[in-house]
């Protein structure tokens, strides 16, 4: 794949300079990641295309505030991403501006309106006061509703948030190992050429069906190690991901998603995952392929396989939309994150949508 050398310049957005045959699949106003995981440096940032010259080494004019940990003559390599709208913005600023904190949607939205937007990126405003000239404010992006990056919109509901000095610091710490630990989905996701087929797979209208199973008295831990060693061989193109909120392992959240490609050039994606509290959860098997009949021998097939495997797997439930694995209620497919982490709107359990779903 094609690496850009970085070169930082005071612009708003970027400027791509490459071979036509390197960019064709970018056009000016397309959102981009830019991603490193080279030992010496792990970490990824987000940029608007604002020009594109077909002409010269390949190149990225990059705005040096949003660089990060990037610097100059840094390589990097590029990813098309579609972001959505923010529903909400908070900003965290310094206690030392004498504006209090709250809702000021009415006031910094004009600043920022049309605005992408990262975790922990700066940005600056303007605040009517009183009766004086406007007030300049520097800010950081402290999260967003879906995650970042997003868009700051006409719906787009902004906060702000005061804090020390200190702890501005340590928060904008936080964001940046942030940056860094999502450099692995975006590379995987790179090497497998998994957007692509998402964006074919949701295109296409591709058919997906779930199945949902309830246990209670098991260990969730030790029973998702078991249901991924029944999908050993098959290619992973989200690396499984675990969340332990007690000693015990009982409050728990796993997810692994797999790509497999059957005969006729069938493609599926089988998203497994598992929530649990207080020894009991469920457990979702979720397939999306071209292929109703195929999707349907692919769920039997592992069903076979995961029932062989605990008894206290009490309950199958069919699956026929993406719901919440907790009550079934619909789940609110715009606020998903980079990862499909989303929250129910009926009875707050995180729990993560299927890969073709999150494109």
């Not at 505030?65 to 529903?87: Q, S, W």
């Not at 004086?132 to 868009?151: D, F, H």
């Not at 998203?271 to 692919?298: C, F, Y």
Request: net charge negative.
């Amino acid at each position: 794949m094609v690496t850009y050398k970085l070169i930082p310049q005071f612009r708003e957005n970027c400027v791509i300079q490459g071979k036509k045959e390197w960019l064709s699949d970018f056009n000016i106003g397309d959102t981009i990641f830019l991603i490193s995981n080279q030992p010496t440096k792990k970490y990824s940032v987000i940029s608007l295309i604002d020009e594109i010259e077909y002409e010269g080494e390949p190149s990225i004019y990059m705005d040096e505030r949003n660089l990060g940990l990037f610097g100059g003559e840094d390589k990097v390599k590029i990813l098309k991403y579609n972001p959505a709208i923010a529903l909400s913005v908070e900003i965290n600023i310094s206690d030392d501006y004498i504006i209090p904190k709250g809702d000021w949607t009415s006031n910094i939205k004009p600043s920022l309106l049309n605005k992408l937007i990262d975790l922990g990126q700066e940005v600056s405003f303007l605040v009517p006061w009183e009766n004086s000239a406007p007030l300049v404010v520097t800010g950081y992006i402290n999260s967003t509703l879906p995650n970042p990056p997003v868009i700051i919109g006409n719906r787009t509901q902004i906060f702000l948030e005061k804090y020390p000095k200190e702890k501005l610091d340590k928060m904008q710490k936080e964001k940046v190992s942030y940056k860094e630990e999502r450099v692995d989905i975006l590379e995987k996701q790179i090497e497998m050429n998994t957007i692509d087929l998402i964006k074919k797979i949701k295109h296409n209208n591709y058919p997906f069906k779930g199945h949902k199973y309830n246990f209670k008295a098991t260990n969730p831990k030790k029973l998702f190690n078991s249901i991924s060693n029944i999908f050993k061989g098959l290619e992973v193109i989200e690396e499984k991901k675990e969340s332990v909120f007690d000693e015990r392992e009982s409050d728990y959240f796993a997810t692994v998603v797999y790509y497999l490609k059957k005969e006729s050039n069938d493609l599926q994606i089988i998203d497994v995952q598992i929530s649990a509290n207080n020894n009991r959860g469920t457990l979702l098997l979720w397939v999306t392929g071209k292929n109703q009949g195929t999707i349907l021998q692919t769920l039997n097939h592992y069903d076979s396989k995961i029932s062989q495997i605990k008894e206290e797997l009490e309950q199958k439930v069919e699956v026929l939309s993406s719901q919440c694995p907790e009550c079934g209620g619909p789940l609110p497919l715009k606020d998903i994150d980079i990862e499909g982490i989303i929250e129910c709107n009926y009875c707050g359990k995180i729990s993560k949508v299927p890969k073709a779903l999150r494109y």
